[in-house]
């Protein structure tokens, strides 16, 4: 179990001066199976109008608007979480029982269907049937795919974007924590496989001292449903555990976009983030 003390900070810069815009951010973790949200605040300048409310898929949202002239808008995130190693399912469920699990679940059937950013291409489709084939059980193929996404997709930023899709960042077999998420949704899916868009953050050194603060990251990973929810982080090669704090999941980044929102009155704005993790315990 580690202690750690998140810090996010997001915004935009304007190019000139916006007479109003309107946002939502999905910033903060909310308790679950493997961690436990110890305090958690967000503060939005200037200061604003806002309401909170938990949507369709359990994530804490901050719904707010600025009414008076800014050229800039600045969200701070701070949360403190416990995080614990997560155990797998010692029984995983066979073919036929998960198929009969998932048509009784409205969630794992709509984290069944393709959507624009995760629908995969036929050659990414052949890859996972081939990779999931060596499975036993769905549990064991729907790992073996992950796998197999994060063996084939290097990570490097600046060739894709938000709207980029798996299809197009498996042509180019390159692209970010999100897009390699897509894919290996994609093809876990195209298996026959609920897979759903897991939206948090990592603290990148695993030895980190108590009191150490580093460079985290606003990260993105995928869970398949194989009997229960299980996570697994294809950028990084490696499963869920104290290292990974959750914020929340959806179909695709679309569902859990950290901040997104519309603004008048300028020509042109510029996005600036940064998180900071510390270990405290």
Same mark, same amino acid.
């Given at each position: 179990?580690?202690?750690?003390?998140?810090t996010h900070s997001t915004g935009y810069r304007y190019g @000139?001066?916006?007479?109003?815009?309107?946002?939502?951010?999905?910033?903060?973790?909310?308790?679950?199976?493997? *961690?436990?949200?110890?305090?958690?605040?967000?503060?939005? *300048?200037?200061? &604003?109008?806002?309401?909170?409310?938990?949507?369709?898929?359990?994530?804490?949202?901050?719904? %707010?608007?600025?009414?008076?002239?800014?050229?800039?808008?600045?969200?701070?995130?701070? &949360?403190?979480?416990?995080?614990?190693?997560?155990?797998?399912?010692?029984?995983?469920?066979?073919?036929?029982?998960?198929? @009969?699990?998932?048509?009784? &679940?409205?969630?794992?059937?709509?984290?069944?269907?393709?959507?624009?950013?995760?629908?995969?291409?036929?050659?990414?489709? @052949?890859?996972?049937?081939?990779?999931? @084939?060596?499975?036993?059980?769905?549990?064991?193929?729907?790992?073996?795919?992950?796998?197999?996404?994060?063996?084939?997709?290097?990570?490097?930023?600046?060739?894709?974007?938000?709207?980029?899709?798996?299809?197009?960042?498996?042509?180019?077999?390159? $692209?970010?924590?999100?897009?390699?998420?897509?894919?290996?949704?994609?093809?876990?899916?195209?298996?026959?496989?609920?897979?759903?868009?897991?939206? $948090?953050?990592?603290?990148?050194?695993?030895?980190?001292?108590?009191?150490?603060?580093?460079v985290g990251e606003s990260h993105a990973w995928v869970e398949? %449903?194989?009997?229960?929810?299980?996570?697994?982080?294809?950028?990084?090669? +490696?499963? +869920?555990?104290?290292?990974?704090?959750?914020?929340?999941?959806?179909?695709?980044?679309?569902?859990?976009?950290?901040?997104?929102?519309?603004?008048?009155?300028?020509?042109?704005?510029?996005? %600036?983030?940064?998180?900071? +993790?510390?270990?405290?315990?």
């Amino acid at each position: 179990m580690k202690r750690l003390r998140v810090t996010h900070s997001t915004g935009y810069r304007y190019g @000139a001066e916006v007479s109003a815009s309107y946002n939502e951010a999905r910033m903060l973790p909310v308790s679950g199976d493997r *961690q436990l949200v110890l305090h958690a605040t967000l503060d939005v *300048q200037p200061v &604003s109008s806002h309401h909170q409310y938990t949507d369709y898929w359990g994530t804490r949202v901050l719904a %707010f608007d600025v009414l008076n002239p800014h050229r800039e808008l600045a969200i701070t995130a701070t &949360s403190l979480v416990e995080v614990l190693e997560t155990a797998h399912a010692a029984e995983p469920l066979g073919w036929q029982e998960l198929a @009969a699990t998932v048509a009784r &679940s409205g969630e794992c059937v709509q984290q069944l269907r393709q959507t624009a950013l995760t629908e995969p291409p036929a050659s990414l489709v @052949a890859m996972a049937a081939e990779a999931g @084939a060596a499975g036993e059980d769905p549990c064991a193929a729907a790992h073996a795919i992950a796998v197999a996404v994060g063996e084939a997709m290097a990570y490097e930023s600046g060739v894709t974007g938000v709207r980029t899709t798996a299809g197009e960042a498996w042509e180019v077999r390159r $692209g970010v924590c999100q897009d390699i998420a897509h894919v290996a949704i994609g093809a876990l899916r195209s298996a026959g496989i609920p897979a759903r868009y897991v939206s $948090g953050y990592l603290h990148p050194k695993a030895d980190a001292a108590v009191g150490e603060t580093v460079v985290g990251e606003s990260h993105a990973w995928v869970e398949w %449903f194989c009997g229960e929810w299980h996570g697994y982080d294809p950028t990084n090669g +490696i499963e +869920i555990g104290d290292q990974h704090v959750r914020v929340g999941h959806g179909r695709d980044y679309t569902d859990v976009a950290p901040l997104r929102g519309v603004y008048s009155g300028a020509a042109g704005s510029e996005l %600036f983030v940064s998180v900071s +993790i510390t270990r405290e315990g």
